[in-house]
């Protein structure tokens, strides 16, 4: 099974030999990569929707791993009884759903170790929740494909030590792994604040005033980032 870089970043975070779920796995690519490469012996799959759940089901059958890979049609973790698995991947979904999945079943993502996320917006967001409901972030990753960016979190349960709220947008690891894609990540990112900076009218309602406020930091503190590196 061929993945595109993003799957491929995800699955070799994976940790070997663990007992995962990938939630949303739509075409079931990821658990038949683990499965295929001995990364792990055995994978859970949900899927909410039918089209797709057929789409892995028929994958699975083609594959001849159905005795390796154990799909289930569901929202999110609830068909996960808690302690079933030790890791949750849940990618290729919008930051709001990632963190709904994880509130909609806090038995089972208190009984797990890690957490892989790659949610596709709201990334801070995510990050920020994360911390504040008690997991430290212990790996990121970065992958360019498509003319986009997406990052990928793997975080365990802990404390992380927050110096500043920029990390939440920047990431905890990031900014330390030496990527050359990280300050093409980061002037990208100045660029979509500046964007939006401009799009606020200068109106003087205390609103408008407060956003222009809090994206001119935003956009100050990623150009301090930038010579850091
Ligand atoms: C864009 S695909 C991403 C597939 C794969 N995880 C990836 O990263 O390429 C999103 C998949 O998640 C499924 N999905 C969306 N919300 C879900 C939920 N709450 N629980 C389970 N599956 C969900 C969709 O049906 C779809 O197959």
């Known amino acids: 099974m061929k993945l595109t870089q993003r799957l491929e970043k995800i699955a070799h975070s994976v940790p070997e030999g663990s007992e995962p779920v990938d939630v949303g796995t739509d075409h079931c690519y990821l658990p038949v990569f683990l499965i295929e490469k001995g990364i792990c012996s055995r994978v859970i799959a949900t899927e909410l929707n039918r089209g797709p759940y057929t789409r892995a089901l028929q994958m699975i059958k083609r594959k001849k791993l159905s005795e390796c890979i154990d799909l289930r049609l569901g929202y999110g973790l609830e068909p996960i009884t808690p302690g079933e698995v030790d890791t949750v991947i849940i990618s290729g979904m919008g930051g709001n759903t990632i963190l709904e999945i994880l509130e909609r079943s ?62 939440y947008e920047i990431g905890f690891v990031l900014p330390y792994k030496h990527d050359p894609m990280f300050s093409i990540f980061v002037k990208e990112k100045i660029a979509r604040f500046k964007k939006a900076l401009n799009g606020i009218s200068k109106s003087g309602y205390a609103k408008a005033e407060a956003k222009r406020k809090t994206l001119k930091t935003k956009i100050q503190k990623l150009q301090e980032v930038l010579t850091w590196l």
Not at 106 to 125: C, E, F, G, H
Not at 141 to 152: A, Q, T
Request: aromatic share 10%; proline share 3%.
């Open 106 to 167: 806090p038995l089972v993502v208190n009984k797990v170790k890690t957490l892989i996320l790659q949610p596709m917006n709201a990334v801070s967001r995510a990050r920020e929740y994360l911390i504040k409901s008690g997991f430290k972030i212990c790996d990121e990753m970065l992958v360019y494909e498509g003319k986009r960016f997406y990052e990928v979190i793997k975080c365990e349960h802990g404390k992380q030590k927050i110096e500043d709220e920029i990390f």
